[in-house]
């Protein structure tokens, strides 16, 4: 699910210039009052995000340029701004919030910590929330208000997944495919609709109504009775990720994931905290960073540079990310 995005070398000296080339002075791009224009809001949201991100480039040892990043931070805001549904709810008040989020980031350490750059996700995403209420006519997910606790969107169309990315405007990602919908029959015209967390033997006949039943992880939807059941326990038989959390599926048997020095197959096979040997076959510590990499679970943060192919430190600033490639 979910989600959504995963994805820095640069002194201050080097990009204060390129801050001044883009509004034509040095000084930040600051919230008018308690908001953000409309019109300003993408350039601001680049400027605060890249000067915010540099130190954590630095610290994942990965290119930074200041335009690169800039210009494709610039393009995800816009992206949101000119959506038709997602552009009518844009709101100037959290917009400001989220910019001062994203600058009192810059000397905040890049791990997920109060004041971070992941910590002002939480009120970033706000800035383009759905405002419709429960009932309301609706013709897109995005325009419907979240509730906490439950899965809110527009009754027969796609569902959106709000736990998307790492950056603070990660876009959301589809639950399941456009062509999809969550309910069976929608009413003529659509409302928007609130689904409570999903219990054994709710309905998952369609991806969305599987993807809901399989968000926490506790529960599996069974493909062939379209029916959401509990995931197996150790010992019970089972067939592909049928397991619970931190168990793994052996000669159709669920079993424990395994611990250091012992066999295995992948790295699904072995615990939370290690990977298994290509060669060796047996599980032993995951990668630290710097370290070369093929895949996520290889690292011990879990993420493995896509550009680089190596494990990072920070999860944020991938070189995508970084230099906007």
């Known amino acids: 699910m979910g989600s959504l995005l995963r994805g820095v070398v640069a002194s201050s000296l080097a990009f204060s210039s390129v801050l001044a080339s883009l509004e034509g002075c040095g000084a930040p791009i600051e919230p008018s009052g308690d908001a953000m224009p409309r019109g300003r809001f993408a350039a601001a949201y680049a400027q605060a995000l890249c000067t915010s991100l540099a130190h954590c480039c630095a610290e994942n040892a990965v290119p930074f340029t200041f335009d690169g990043c800039t210009t494709k931070a610039r393009a995800v805001a816009e992206a949101r701004l000119s959506d038709p549904i997602q552009g009518d709810n844009y709101d100037e008040r959290i917009a400001g919030q989220c910019i001062r989020a994203v600058s009192g980031a810059e000397t905040v350490a890049c791990d997920p910590v109060p004041g971070s750059i992941s910590d002002a996700r939480t009120v970033c ?7 419709k209420n429960i009932g309301e006519a609706c013709r897109s997910s995005a325009e419907c208000k979240p509730i906490e606790g439950q899965t809110v969107g527009c009754e027969g ?10 950056l603070p405007l990660s876009i959301p990602a589809l639950l399941a495919n456009p062509g999809l919908r969550p309910l069976d029959v929608p009413r003529s015209t659509p409302q928007c609709v609130a689904f409570p967390p999903v219990e054994a033997g709710a309905r ?5 109504l599987a993807a809901l039943c399989e968000a926490t992880g506790e529960l599996v939807c069974d493909r ?3 029916v959401c059941k509990e995931r197996a326990n150790a010992g019970d038989t089972c067939t592909g990720e049928t397991c619970k959390p931190g168990l793994v599926c052996v000669t159709g048997v669920c079993s424990p994931k395994v611990g250091t020095g012992e066999a295995c197959v992948d790295n699904t096979g072995c615990a939370a905290s290690l990977r298994c040997d290509p ?11 710097t370290t070369s990499c093929s895949e996520d679970s290889d690292c011990s943060i879990g993420v493995c540079d896509v550009a680089s192919r190596t494990c990072l430190k920070n999860a944020i600033a991938t070189t995508q990310t970084c230099s906007g490639g």
């Open 125 to 131: 995403q706000r800035v383009f929330e759905g405002k």
């Open 157 to 166: 169309l796609p569902l959106t997944d709000p736990d998307a990315g790492l």
């Open 204 to 208: 998952c006949s369609t991806p969305a």
């Open 224 to 226: 062939v009775e379209g």
């Open 279 to 289: 060669s060796s076959k047996t599980c032993v510590d995951r990668l630290r960073p």
